[in-house]
């Protein structure tokens, strides 16, 4: 598969700190990429300056070839964003959420009608006819997802989707991505919960703004010797912060 | 289109705050109601007590006329002599006034008078004092008239568009001005940073709403109601404290939205500078509080001080207030004020550039 999205170099810095630190990877078309890492890695402003809600600082982030710096119009139309608050809004119902995401996306009236229908299905009526902020965090997050995917987008930003809700709703979630990866849909998620990394094709573990482990995640356990994630993901950020204290290095993380 | 759902989304968010609409709707004409009253600068029924030494019959017609008018409120006449400083001290009355006999070489036996006020409060005693005069003037004018004789020199005062004095037909449009900019300076202030406290801001800024978008999607709706507020504010003084307005109000609609775009486009950089409501909300109001002393509503222009007179300046209040002072009571047209809608224009110019400049900054940072 070709790849996707290839970050090059990508760096953030807020004044003398250095948030994200020369990373390079990439995502082909139709994985899933789990982007690991303990609170204040990176992997927040990663996402965000993928998909164009933070300036880089250096390098380059490629988008089907596009430079995302220079084509932001185009990448808005192809990509989706699910932040980690789930980003709805509060006092208004979930229809009015979706009528006003399809709104400001440029859904047409008819798309926008048609979506609320869609809906309907997959979340209770009464649900859909109250304010996001009475409704639990488990449907905030199906109706987070549903906005996140209305314009169709070829590849989906998911950052930390799976914070606050239970293991049930969660695995109900990794169901429904792995569905839009079996349609083709090419999707970026970041998470700190180990174990849905079962879900992932490939994983990245960032830590202090640095990739410090990448590639599939039952090979990396075989090649590092480790009979679960949890293990492989320990011994990886103790490893690198050990090294880090060797070198006397000054690091980062945000 | 993209523009309508944000505005749309607006109002729902607005109106779905059912704690917020009596503050926004009802409270504002009860604080014009209550401001019309306070800020009343005419003064009645000033306390007084009169110490009547003489049994001198001019004295005795004088008193009669302190105790007719709705000026001073008599709260005692005596025939004793009291120490006036100690009358003054207790704050019982704000003036006492002794009658003496006439001094021998008075031939037309017009009893000695004095007055001894308050000067803690300098503008109630000044005014006691004026009313005290006027009253004395026009009893010798009368006697003069009475005696066939003319006053050696004749004034006569006309006073133009509020020939009643009234301070509420002078503060009542001010305050409609004020109104205008607390709803729309608080409820702008905080739109963009809740946006940012609740990471919604984030999900606009990938939609494919432009910048210019999100910025009228959250000037106009305050734009609104801030403009529904000034009008139940203009019909409150009209109808409440029947202040005259005889001039064309599409004026006013005009100046106010200049005036609006100045003020919101102020509210929204406060609103990007900051990172929480609170802090927004202090901003806001400090603000506020600047621009409202210095807008000429409480005191002129003209007494502010030449260092701060440069914030008077640049203030839009100021202008607002001018501008419907002029329409208002003068009933003049824009030729009569055109001036100040270049002003209020140059202002708006700025600070929307600037406002602008720095949401273009908060998206790209």
């Keep these: ?254 | 289109m993209r523009l309508f759902y944000l505005i749309k989304k607006e109002f729902i968010e607005i109106f779905r705050q059912k704690e917020l609409l009596p503050l926004i709707f009802i409270a504002p004409i009860i604080q014009i109601i209550m401001l019309g009253y306070v800020v009343k600068t005419d003064i009645k029924n000033i306390p007084v007590e009169i110490i009547n030494l003489t049994s001198n019959k001019i004295a005795a017609r004088i008193i009669n006329r302190i105790n007719s008018t709705p000026l001073f409120r008599v709260k005692a006449i005596s025939d004793q002599n009291k120490d006036t400083v100690e009358l003054l001290k207790r704050g019982q009355v704000k003036a006492v006034i002794i009658f003496k006999d006439p001094p021998r070489q008075n031939p037309l036996n017009y009893p000695e008078i004095q007055i001894s006020l308050d000067g803690i409060d300098s503008n109630t005693s000044l005014i006691a004092a004026g009313y005290f005069n006027g009253i004395i003037k026009k009893f010798l004018l009368d006697n003069l008239k009475k005696a066939g004789m003319h006053q050696p020199a004749m004034s006569k005062t006309l006073i133009r568009f509020n020939p009643t004095l009234e301070s509420i037909n002078y503060m009542g449009p001010g305050i409609v001005a004020l109104l205008l900019t607390i709803i729309s300076l608080f409820f702008t202030s905080i739109s963009i940073v809740r946006e940012k406290e609740q990471q919604t801001m984030d999900t606009l800024l990938i939609s494919r709403l432009t910048p210019i978008e999100i910025y009228l999607g959250k000037a106009i709706p305050t734009s609104i109601i801030g403009l529904i507020n000034m009008s139940l504010g203009i019909a409150a003084v009209m109808i409440w404290f029947r202040v005259p307005v005889r001039g064309n109000l599409l004026y006013l609609l005009l100046a106010s939205i200049i005036f609006l775009s100045a003020l919101l486009a102020y509210a929204l950089l406060i609103s990007v500078i900051t990172s929480t409501q609170q802090q927004a909300l202090f901003f806001a109001w400090f603000t506020m509080l600047t621009f409202m002393l210095l807008s000429g509503l409480f005191t002129p222009i003209e007494n502010i001080p030449p260092g701060l007179r440069i914030l008077a300046d640049i203030n839009p209040i100021r202008y607002l207030i001018k501008i419907i002072r002029e329409i208002f009571l003068k009933g003049n047209g824009i030729e009569y004020f055109y001036k100040e809608l270049l002003y209020l224009l140059a202002i708006a110019s700025v600070t929307v550039t600037v406002s602008v400049i720095n949401f273009k900054r908060l998206i790209s940072k």
């Design chain 1, 1 to 254: 598969m070709p790849a996707l999205i290839e970050i090059k170099d990508l760096t953030k810095k807020f004044g003398h700190f250095t948030a994200v630190n020369a990373i390079n990877f990439s995502i082909r078309q139709g994985e899933i990429l789990g982007f690991l890492g303990p609170n204040g890695a990176g992997k927040t402003t990663t996402i965000k300056m993928i998909n164009g809600l933070l300036k880089i600082s250096s390098g380059q982030v490629l988008i089907k070839g596009l430079d995302a710096r220079k084509n932001r119009r185009e990448i808005k139309k192809i990509t989706g964003y699910m932040s980690q608050k789930f980003s709805l809004y509060p006092l208004l119902t979930s229809l009015e959420n979706i009528e006003f995401f399809g709104g400001i996306s440029g859904l047409s009236r008819h798309n926008i009608q048609k979506k609320k229908e869609e809906i309907q299905p997959l979340i209770p009526r009464p649900i859909l006819t109250q304010k996001i902020v009475d409704i639990p965090p488990g449907m905030k997050q199906k109706i987070a997802l549903f906005v996140c995917l209305m314009t169709d987008p070829e590849i989906i930003l998911l950052d930390e989707p799976t914070s606050g809700v239970d293991p049930e709703v969660r695995r109900n979630f990794w169901m429904e991505i792995y569905q839009l990866k079996k349609s083709g849909k090419t999707i970026l998620v970041s998470t700190h919960n180990l174990d849905e990394v079962e879900y992932a094709d490939r994983i990245i573990i960032i830590h202090r703004g640095n990739i410090i482990l990448e590639g599939e995640p039952s090979e990396l356990q075989a090649r590092q010797g480790k009979d679960s994630i949890e293990a492989l993901f320990k011994d990886a950020i103790i490893n690198y912060d050990n090294q880090l204290s060797r070198t006397g290095g000054a690091e980062c993380s945000d």
